[in-house]
């Protein structure tokens, strides 16, 4: 599985980017987006992706339904 930003909670802080261990995130047009084929969820490295242990809005990174 993989992460994915809500655009419409994201407030382009830029916190997560720099704690992604796979360098998922980046911006497109001014907004962070995660590279699903890239983002691990940092399984085996982390118990909980970094992203959203460092993003300061609750519930603007969620896992992608399968």
């Given at each position: 599985?993989?992460?994915?930003?809500?655009?419409?909670?994201?407030?382009?802080?830029?916190?997560?980017?720099?704690?992604?261990?796979?360098?998922?995130?980046?911006t497109?047009?001014?907004?962070?987006?995660?590279?699903?084929?890239?983002?691990?969820?940092?399984?085996?490295?982390?118990?909980?992706?970094?992203?959203?242990?460092?993003?300061?809005?609750?519930g603007?990174?969620?896992?992608?339904?399968?």
């Open positions: 599985m993989a992460m994915k930003i809500n655009a419409d909670l994201c407030t382009s802080c830029g916190d997560c980017e720099p704690e992604c261990p796979t360098a998922s995130i980046s497109k047009k001014g907004m962070y987006v995660i590279n699903a084929s890239e983002c691990t969820e940092c399984d085996g490295e982390y118990d909980k992706p970094q992203c959203v242990k460092i993003c300061p809005i609750k603007c990174i969620t896992q992608i339904a399968a």
